[in-house]
């Protein structure tokens, strides 16, 4: 009982992700036009863009991303404490208190101070406040809390004096005093467990990317039956890896490190975590579904055809691949299991061509249009046919996936 509990803890803390998660697509997609517009290839190309009114609104779109993407711990926090109480308003104002309050004491409880930021990398400004580094693990540290604290006192009844704040109001203040123990805590704690972080993912970024990448798609796809992938992810694309971005800041994580540099205009060795996802997705998934189709039996053709087109469509677009996946998981398990295996090894192929492609949501047609075509376009992006890398490492992961289909090597 207690294991079928966890899990489902676990399954719902995934789902509460997926809601400051949704906004990161439209932050993406305005950071990427604004950026990419920029570009002086781009521009030289289309002299339109160069006008003054297009620049200030190009400029615009790319800090309307970029701060979203800047803020990511306060949105995490506010989201998961809004997805784990059903979606009330009240633990999410309570996780925004609680998060300020916990960064404060962090600060003052070490004695960070502006300059200090300025010295030491582990430190950051938060809201204008001198804090840990503690990325988005603060932001749901703080949204579990805010979220179990209003299941339980969104009911309390206080004496009649204090009546006021009886019920949902009480939420927030207590929230408020919880996030004095917690800052305190976080203060000793999390040190020596960001150390512990960066050594891993400099181990797994730096020394062993290969391995590293073949690990994350194969446990990826292996969690997608029990609902946790997106309980596995976040660790990578938040908070693994460092970047010092043009202002100075450290950066944490391969998908923020992905558009800190695009925002930088600077080459982008962010993606060993995201690249695999892009053939996976519009190529090795379709190519799945073909597979069940061309193996179906006769007179279940006709219903097999329509299931496997639509699945490989919204697998191609939208980078959603459980209608495929989920249509064989059952039936064939093991089939299933070499699926994860030859996921992890189009990850480790992707390192091994050097093709470094961001993602804001899914890894689809319409993410790679953007973060993989229209940065490459700006000679920032690896590994995309025409650019510096090998491009025809989206392409040879197809044969892994389904052997029948032969890759024509058309050369360089």
Known sequence: MKRFNLLQMLQSIGRSLMIPIAMLPAAGILLAFGVSFQDPNIVASLPFLGTDGLVHVLK?????????????????????????????????????AGFLIMNVTIGQFLGITPESVAQVRDYTM???????QTGVFGGIIIGIIAAWLYKRYYRIQLPSWLEFFSGKRFVPIVTSFAALFVGLVMA???????????????????????????????????????????????????????????????VHGDQLIFFAQLKDQV??????????????????IPAIALAIYRCASPENIARVKGIM?????????CGITEPIEFSFLFVA???????????????????WFSVHIGLSFSGG??????????????????GIPGRAGDGRGVLRPVYLCHPSLEFADAGP
Not at 73 to 95: C, E, N, R, T
Not at 232 to 239: A, D, G, S
Not at 365 to 382: E, N, Q, R
Request: charged share 5%; proline share 6%; aromatic share 12%.
């Open 309 to 317: 087109l639509s699945g490989a469509i919204t697998s191609i677009v």
């Open 60 to 96: 615009l779109m790319a800090e309307a991303g970029s701060a979203i993407f800047a803020n990511l711990p306060l949105l995490f926090a506010v989201g998961v404490a809004v997805g784990l109480s059903d979606d009330q308003g009240i633990a999410g104002l309570s996780a925004i």
């Open 126 to 132: 938060v809201l204008g406040i001198p804090s840990l």
């Open 333 to 351: 398990p093991v089939l299933y299991g070499i699926h994860a295996v030859l996921a992890g090894l189009v990850f480790l192929l992707m390192e």
């Open 188 to 250: 000793v704690v999390w040190p020596p467990v960001q150390h512990l972080i960066n050594g891993l993912s400099n181990t797994m970024t730096v020394q062993g990317p290969g391995v590293s990448a073949f690990l994350f798609g194969f446990v990826e796809r292996l969690l997608i039956p029990f609902g946790l992938n997106h309980v596995w992810w976040p660790t990578f694309w938040l908070q693994f890896g460092e970047y010092v971005n043009k202002a100075g800041q450290v």
């Open 365 to 382: 047609l319409i993410d790679y249009l953007f973060f993989g075509v229209s940065a490459a376009s700006a000679s920032l992006v690896h």
């Open 267 to 284: 080459p982008i060795t962010a993606g060993t975590f995201m690249a695999g996802l892009t053939p996976i997705k519009m190529f090795c």
